[in-house]
């Protein structure tokens, strides 16, 4: 689909994978105009695919588009073509138990612009790929180092919104991170570095009896879909949940620590590596409580209970 600035987009059409020309001045390619969004398509038993939550990726990405100055497809715009991608690629849903379908959608300055400025022209297009787990150790808990130095977002930038140059701000840290043996970086504030922002590429909870904390959204995290489906999943199980300034102290002295995403579900933390500390939290598998609210949230993205909050997208 494409919109020229200022415009609307137009009616996107299928078109078989492969690559896509861009004039070498592009918005995204020269001042990293470029937005995406994640979600997923699980495949139930009798065939039938679920999305799940489409038009809250929609709005964030109409949100990332208006901090990034582009035009933004519509949230039916947005949800249909999602739909539309999914069906045609029905066949790459793996059977249930067995992964699902990621969903790319991604949005860009294509149009050349030479000066600093928004691109004339832009681009919103879909691509997919079936996937398994994310982090290499499966469900099993994963290790993170606190970054002390590097940061992916400062106040007042674009770390709320999921623009592309946020992931290229963090391959330096996880890369390191990977290289050590850890599965990935977990950042604190940049301005009082004792606050907890996220990890590259998820959302973080911290638990301590029977409350639940995760750190406020104020500008520098991104607000996860996920995220906000386990609150209100944790809350429903009769967790209290608070969102609010996390610091590294309560993170080193929790019950359990978990992490949310569309790519990660609800992954459990075994460790956690600060100043060249390790605190261990249950390295064999899940906490009692990551391992109910994963358990909860997976069986409602696959349909295996009944979705009372109407979360999910039924395509046939
Ligand atoms: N934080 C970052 C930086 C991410 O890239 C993601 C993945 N989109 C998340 C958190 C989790 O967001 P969601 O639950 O919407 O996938």
């Not at 539309?84 to 059977?95: C, F, I």
């Not at 469900?139 to 007042?156: D, F, K, S, W, Y």
């Not at 911290?206 to 996860?224: Q, Y």
Request: net charge neutral; glycine share 10%; hydrophobic share 40%.
């Amino acid at each position: 689909m494409k919109c020229t600035k200022g415009g609307n987009f137009s009616k996107g059409e299928l078109q078989r994978f492969g690559n896509i020309e861009l004039n070498p001045s592009a918005g995204v390619l020269n001042y990293g105009q470029g937005l995406f969004e994640g979600l997923k398509a699980y495949r139930k038993e009798d065939g039938n695919l679920l999305l799940f939550r489409p038009e809250e990726n929609a709005m964030r990405m109409i949100m990332g588009a208006e901090r990034m100055c582009m035009p933004s497809p519509t949230i039916d715009q947005f949800v249909d073509a999602v739909k539309a991608t999914v069906l045609a690629n029905k066949r790459w849903v793996p059977p249930p138990g067995k992964g699902s379908l990621y969903i790319r959608p991604l949005l860009m300055g294509s149009g050349a612009v030479l000066g600093l400025a928004p691109a004339p022209e832009y681009t919103f297009l879909i691509y997919v790929s079936p996937v398994g787990n994310y982090f290499k150790e499966g469900v099993a808990p994963i290790h993170l180092i606190v970054e002390n130095e590097l940061h992916r977002a400062t106040p007042g930038g674009t770390g709320g919104v999921k623009t592309i140059g946020n992931y290229a701000a963090v391959l330096k840290a996880q890369s390191a991170a990977k290289a050590r043996g850890f599965s990935d970086v977990l950042y604190l504030d940049c301005v009082h570095k004792k606050y907890l922002e996220e990890v590259s590429s998820c959302n973080i909870f911290v638990v301590k009896g029977n409350s639940i904390s995760t750190p406020a959204i104020k500008g520098t995290i991104l607000p996860g879909i996920t995220r906000k489906s386990i609150i209100d999943v944790a809350r429903s199980q009769g967790f209290q949940v608070e969102e609010r300034p996390v610091t590294v102290d309560e993170l080193l002295d929790a019950d359990e620590v978990f992490c949310t995403g569309t790519a990660v579900v609800v992954s459990p933390v075994g460790s956690i590596t600060y100043k060249g500390k390790r605190v261990s939290y249950g390295e064999e598998g899940f906490g009692a409580v990551a391992q109910q609210l994963y358990s909860v949230l997976t069986k409602l993205q696959m349909g295996l209970i009944e979705d009372k909050m109407n979360w999910t997208v039924e395509l046939s």
